[in-house]
T-cell receptor, first 109, second 113 residues
Framework: KNQVEQSPQSLIILEGKNCTLQ??????????LRWYKQDTGRGPVSLTI?????NTKSNGRYTATLDADTKQSSLHITASQLSDSASYIC????????FGAGTRLTVKP | DGGITQSPKYLFRKEGQNVTLSCEQN?????MYWYRQDPGQGLRLIYY???????QKGDIAEGYSVSREKKESFPLTVTSAQKNPTAFYLC????????????FGQGTRLTVV
């Protein structure tokens, strides 16, 4: 069983709408958590990093939250754009990096 | 420009042949990694290297081999022993082993025909 579970697997939204992606993990010990954006056929690019003591962090239209007690993180995208269409990968850093399977987001005009 | 470069972007191989994927970085990073990405699964670690002339097996090393003769280069060979080699391969590097941020290359799509 994967130690990092993401939901939903895929999501389709209209341009301009908001959405929230979820990441639940069982990895221990916990160091920090990153969200990556991966365009189709490209390598992942880091969006945000969350440490144990941080609850929320924003990067433009992206806002990540972390609840270290319940081992849950979310990535909220505001006012979506067509260029947001990508896979979003949750990565939990412990003694190594553990990757979720990603959420495939499609933004339609 | 500083970065991590993978080549080629697309690669086709006949069954039974070995093939080598290139990964070069000019970020002066000590640690380098190879991952395999399959649809619906998270990235899985094949091999990693913490320093020149040293490398360690990851979760799915069978059928793969690597070398780290230079700090900036970490080629991956997919051997004929790899039963299901068709996949998207990603190389990454980080400043130090266990560093919190990994920088990824653009990937190589390998297809066995």
């Amino acid at each position: 069983k994967n130690q990092v579970e993401q939901s939903p697997q895929s999501l389709i939204i209209l341009e301009g709408k908001n959405c929230t992606l979820q990441c639940n993990y069982t990895v221990s010990p916990f160091s920090n958590l990153r969200w990556y954006k991966q365009d189709t056929g490209r390598g992942p690019v880091s969006l945000t990093i969350m440490t144990f003591s941080e609850n929320t962090k924003s990067n433009g239209r992206y806002t990540a939250t972390l609840d270290a007690d319940t081992k849950q993180s979310s990535l909220h995208i505001t006012a979506s754009q067509l260029s947001d269409s990508a896979s979003y990968i949750c990565v939990v850093i412990s003694n190594d990096m553990r990757f979720g399977a990603g959420t495939r987001l499609t933004v339609k005009p | 420009d500083g970065g991590i470069t993978q080549s080629p972007k697309y690669l086709f191989r006949k069954e039974g042949q070995n093939v080598t994927l290139s990964c070069e970085q000019n970020l002066n990073h000590d640690a380098m990694y190879w991952y395999r990405q399959d649809p619906g699964q998270g990235l899985r670690l094949i091999y990693y290297s913490q320093i020149v002339n040293d490398f360690q097996k990851g979760d799915i090393a069978e059928g793969y081999s690597v070398s780290r003769e230079k700090k900036e280069s970490f080629p991956l060979t997919v051997t004929s022993a790899q039963k299901n080699p068709t996949a998207f391969y990603l190389c990454a590097s980080s400043i130090q082993p266990g560093d919190t941020e990994a920088f990824f290359g653009q990937g190589t799509r390998l297809t066995v025909v």
